[in-house]
């Protein structure tokens, strides 16, 4: 997810350069990526996947685009079944690959030694937030060796992937100190809700204009696939918590998210 403020990106989900933030408090500069250029051949994969390759960077084991969503090689060669239908702009919408096996819970674990106690406590809020929609997918926490692990990186902001296999995205990656506001549960929670939130198939809520992040272009549905959800809002949803970029801010599940999550789960 990409931090700015005033809706001004500073640089997918993911996505700091890409994940720097105007706050009072400096915050601690985050590694750098590898410096080894992307290919012509590799961006032109992930733009087939649907994914603007404009900011796409290296990072171990594969490559980071729009921000917050990481693609593995593997991904990038992946054929899958493409159901696109597009309907307006901005609407809530996910990939072709989601959970399955029906009822299901997804455990989660947390590295708490790397972590502050705003984001442990925020991922208790996450999960809450998800269980208490009465869903097909549930969530609960366990103290190591979930099928979600939330990890800490030493790059910017916070990355996951989409489900394989019918199976959750197994890793949600994220560096509190480039992430900012690292005191408050609720936007740890927000930033981690979504990224769960890829983890099991949800893409960005305005992924086709990316008007949340100001500037940057949109993304294309692409092999990934980018279906949309029958009943949710045609208009800009402003406080969704599948924005492509963040404020700073608490984003609960809006009524249009509920109905999105309601629909898949």
Known sequence: MNTHFKYVALGFLA???????????????PSAPSEEPITDAVRAQIKALGFSSLDARRTEGGYVVENDIFLTPADLTAKPSTTNLRVGDEEQYHTNNLVSGLPRQITVSMDVAN?????????????????AQNLRVTFRRVSSGGMIKVLKWSEGGAVAGFPSGGNPYGTIKANP???????????AATVLSHEMGHCIGFRHTDYATRRSCGSGGGESAGSAG???????????????WML???????????ANDVK??????
Do not use: H
């Open 177 to 187: 100190a480039s992430l900012g506001n690292i005191n408050s549960v609720n936007y």
């Open 260 to 265: 999105a999550l309601n629909y898949l789960y």
């Open 244 to 254: 492509a970029c963040q404020d700073g801010g608490d984003r609960p599940f809006t």
């Open 226 to 240: 980018a279906v949309f959800i029958p009943g949710t809002s045609a208009g800009f949803e402003a406080k969704s």
């Open 115 to 131: 972590f502050p106690v705003s984001y442990q406590r925020g991922l208790d809020e996450a999960i809450r937030r998800y269980n």
């Open 15 to 29: 996505t700091a350069a890409l994940f720097t933030e105007s706050c009072q408090k400096k915050a601690v500069e």
